[in-house]
């Protein structure tokens, strides 16, 4: 079996990482898979790219314009909204004529465009599309920001200026996905039960298959190491309790570091006596801005790519801690417990699925930093740590393996041929 994973990029973000991941999954099991994106960041002769240089990219460059105007030239929401109008035929490359299914995932940001999705559909493969956000099921965003137009049929878009119209930009783009799946049948995957029920819901998706199917994690590079020997490796201090928080841009809004820091503010208040034994390391750029705000030592460690590297931050740590406002199934927290280290997040989206309060972790009430200091407290000082260890890796091994996750994609693909030779 052949398949072809398309993906914007390589490596670079969370959708990437997954999809690369999926993709050495397969080839691990049997499947001869291979990765095209328009961003390469390796030499991995598995994964296909576009090209090099702006050329690639004229069709971000053609979206972003396109987007900037429909918001009237604001660019609060630039980035935070796709349309989909400009985008590569893959249907015309060797890679796709060879390959027996299609399998989509973050195609966004001039990668696909959806009447490329439409091309792809009139051909006739079977076709799988991960669904790493909302965009898929909804019109413009990835995420809904608690709005459930996309239940009944986008409008009165808020990303838009003035909170949008009844016939605005999400209306036009809604209506042209209309179109495009009208083509053909696509298999949605969620990577969480709660995005699979955000995608049941939508009416954009009704009558497609949709399920739910985790991300995969290579266990044989994220697994537990000697905390002492990696703390001495990063130059870290072996006499404190240290929490970790990981995230590409630390200020990342999203990802709830304002709730982290009064958190932390909280726990060091009403523990004094545990002020002089903490720490937070910090993985990712922006470290400065957020060590300021604390009120014990922050070791800001950069950012680091390498996943062998990662994993000994990881190691190196008792806790680590996600205190995002909108996730699905964030690749960090998987990768932390499958080094042993439990974790701390708020009730939302796929988390609470990763995290079993209080068995390998502490999921905390949903913008609650008073609860989230308590989760702090409760994981490092009176939980039985080695216990959530083991049960955080155990988790990750019977859950999110390899092996797991590619048999379920592989059952997946078998169904959808064999519905395709049964129809021929």
Request: a neutral charge.
């Amino acid at each position: 079996m052949r398949v072809l994973i398309v993906s914007t990029s390589e490596r670079a973000g969370g959708a990437a990482v997954a999809a690369w991941r999926l993709m050495d999954a397969l080839c691990n099991n049997g499947v001869q898979a291979r990765m095209l994106v328009r961003d390469r960041q390796s030499d991995d002769p598995r994964v296909v790219s576009l090209g090099h240089g702006w050329w690639p990219r004229r069709h971000f460059l053609r979206e972003r314009l396109t987007v900037l105007a429909g918001l009237h030239g604001q660019r609060d929401h630039l980035f935070d909204i796709d349309i989909a109008n400009s985008g590569f035929d893959i249907t015309r490359l060797d890679e796709f004529r060879q390959a027996d299914v299609i399998h989509l995932h973050w195609i966004n940001q001039g990668m696909l465009s959806l009447s490329g999705i439409q091309k792809v559909l009139r051909s006739g493969k079977p076709v799988v599309w991960t669904m790493h956000d909302l965009w898929p099921a909804s019109s413009l965003c990835h995420l809904s920001l608690g709005c459930r137009h996309f239940t009944r049929g986008c409008h009165y878009c808020k990303y838009l200026p003035g909170g949008g119209s009844e016939s605005d930009l999400s209306v036009r783009v809604w209506r042209r996905k209309e179109r495009m799946l009208s083509e053909g049948a696509i298999a949605f995957v969620a990577c969480s039960r709660w995005l699979e029920g955000e995608a049941r819901a939508s009416a954009l998706l009704r009558g497609h298959k949709v399920t739910a199917i985790p991300n995969a994690i290579d266990t044989r590079v994220f697994f537990r190491r000697n905390q002492d020997e990696a703390r001495q490796r990063l130059q870290l201090p072996k006499d404190k309790l240290l929490m970790l928080f990981v995230c590409q841009r630390l200020t990342n809004a999203n990802k709830g570091m304002a709730y982290l820091v009064e958190a932390c503010r909280k726990l060091a208040a009403d523990h004094p006596d545990l002020l002089s034994r903490l720490g937070l390391v910090l993985l990712g750029s922006n470290a400065d801005e957020v060590g300021a705000e604390l009120p014990f030592p922050a070791y800001p460690l950069g950012y680091v790519t390498d996943e062998a590297a990662i994993a000994e931050v990881y190691s190196a740590c008792d806790l680590f801690v996600l205190p995002s406002l909108s996730e699905n199934l964030p690749n960090t927290i998987m990768e932390a417990m499958a080094c042993g280290v439990p974790c701390v997040g708020f009730k939302v989206g796929g988390i609470p699925e990763e995290i079993d309060h209080r068995r390998n972790g502490y999921v905390a009430a949903y913008r609650d930093s008073d609860d989230l200091a308590r989760g702090l407290y409760w994981t490092l000082c009176e939980a039985d740590r080695p216990q959530l260890a083991a049960a955080a890796v155990s988790k990750v091994q019977h859950t999110y393996s390899q092996s797991s996750v590619a048999l379920r994609y592989i059952e997946l693909y078998q169904e959808l041929l064999a519905q395709k030779h049964f129809m021929l």
